[in-house]
């Protein structure tokens, strides 16, 4: 096959196998271009049996991602990222939800590829920025909101202006918002995306490298782009306390962010062990089960009163 351009992808259908006829191997091979695509682009896929049952499965979730929409069947949902010293929420970071009316709740890692792949993305992300902004104001004045956006969306011609609107709309402070990108993004290396972010940090909102680690253009990113946070991706935290390996990690990513004043944010923290081992590392916030699950805007808004509480008991 060689080597493909950038998001190519090549469904292959071979007669007699998976045709005797022009039509029936075209169709064939439309199903295993399909199966390319859902393999993350970029490479190739043979036509199998099976694909046309998944085809199939795959359609109708375009439909009722389509109607849910229309339909107004998302949410948002908000975990907590805490300041590891002073034990306390600074933040929240805003995560999709779909109430499917029969499935019930349906993952984003399963919802939102097919929304980037049928173009619903960037009117999806309008929604959460809005969304998230609107919810947020409802909180302390001290306290942000993140929102992550898809690589898609961020191509979006609209998104500084969405993001504009969005802050206008509810009243939100710029700094109270946090804008993550991953670095399947930073890969690109693209002008574009320089220029989009520095548009975005012109408006005066945080933005915040997820997943670091994971990719390959991180450092040469933190050259030539000022990001305010960096969050350790999750595969580095888990056992933390007796993997020396990744101890060395995060003590270098820490470091990093200390030289360069940035934010860093540990996710996935599960454990005890896991946090004991951040704090003496100098981690300054962090994120998973351990301190909560996700929850929705009416829990969190009962969280944070809480928290005021006991804040105010101590004093």
Request: net charge neutral; proline share 4%.
């Amino acid at each position: 096959v060689g080597v493909l351009p950038s998001y190519a992808s090549i469904g292959i259908a071979v007669a007699p196998t998976d045709g005797l006829d022009l039509d029936q191997l075209l169709r064939n091979a439309d199903l295993a271009l399909y199966g390319a695509k859902s393999d993350g682009r970029r490479t190739y896929r043979f036509f199998e049996a099976g694909m046309d049952a998944r085809a199939k499965a795959r359609r109708s979730l375009e439909l009722e991602l389509r109607q849910a929409i229309v339909d107004g069947s998302f949410e948002l949902h908000y975990q907590p990222l805490v300041d590891i010293a002073a034990n306390r929420i600074s933040g929240f970071e805003s995560l999709l939800r779909w109430r499917h009316p029969q499935k019930g709740m349906i993952s984003p890692a399963e919802f939102i590829p097919v929304a980037e792949d049928i173009g619903l993305i960037v009117a999806l992300g309008e929604w959460v920025l809005r969304e998230a902004c609107a919810e947020a104001m409802k909180w302390p004045a001290d306290v942000k909101v993140a929102v992550n956006l898809s690589p898609v969306q961020f191509r979006s011609r609209n998104l500084v202006q969405a993001v504009i609107s969005a802050l206008a709309h509810s009243g939100l402070p710029a700094r109270r918002l946090e804008l993550e990108i991953t670095e399947t993004l930073l890969l690109e290396k693209s002008s574009q995306v320089l220029a989009t972010l520095h548009a975005l940090r012109a408006l005066g909102v945080r933005m915040s490298m997820d997943d670091f680690g994971t990719g390959y253009s991180s450092l040469s990113y933190l050259r030539s782009f000022p990001f305010d946070k960096i969050k350790i991706d999750q595969s580095f935290v888990r056992d933390l306390g007796a993997n020396p390996d990744a101890q060395a990690i995060v003590r270098s990513i820490v470091s990093l962010g200390v030289g360069l004043g940035v934010t860093i944010t540990a996710e996935g923290v599960e454990t005890e062990a896991e946090l004991s081992c951040l704090r003496a590392e100098g981690c300054h916030e962090g994120q998973g089960f351990l301190f909560s699950r996700a929850r929705p805007n009416a829990e969190v808004i009962s969280l944070l009163k809480a928290q005021r509480v006991a804040t105010a008991l101590v004093a």
